[in-house]
């Protein structure tokens, strides 16, 4: 067990970013935990996508090492090998590599900025986020 652990972080270390259908059906994974292709369908909103097209994405998904299946007889029911936290931490690391220079104070006095926090809000996420807790 141990080295599974060891080798799926080795894996995700550099995980490749999601297409917004490829997130959009990872939420549905993270959600059910374990899933047919029908019962992502059943998650997903209207208007619903083609059987064809889930399944495509979900053996892309697979590919890039975000998901795996289980088989029964052939039907397939697929389950994240990537926790929601784990991509939620890189997206968020990678945004603030890429756009902010790596710099925590920048990102957050953006958010500040765009989103009209004022500084008492502001400074409660910062005490909350140096605590290590969830918001």
């Known amino acids: 067990m141990w080295l599974w652990v060891f080798v799926a972080k080795a894996k995700f270390k550099h995980m490749k970013p999601l297409t917004k259908a490829e997130e959009e059906i990872m939420q549905v994974l993270w959600k059910l935990e374990k899933g047919f292709v029908k019962e992502i369908?059943?998650?997903?909103?209207k208007p619903k996508p083609a059987y064809n097209t889930v399944s495509t994405i979900v053996r892309i998904l697979?590919?890039?090492g975000f998901v795996d299946h289980e088989a029964f007889g052939k039907s397939y029911r697929y389950y994240p090998l990537i926790s929601k936290s784990s991509y939620s931490n890189d997206s968020i690391k990678s945004l603030m590599q890429n756009y902010f220079g790596g710099s925590f104070e920048e990102l957050v006095s953006f958010f500040v900025k765009k989103n009209d926090i004022d500084i008492a809000e502001a400074e409660k996420l910062i005490e909350e986020i140096k605590k290590n807790k969830p918001l």
């Not at 369908?41 to 909103?45: H, R």
């Open 41 to 45: 369908i059943d998650e997903l909103p």
């Open 62 to 64: 697979e590919k890039k």
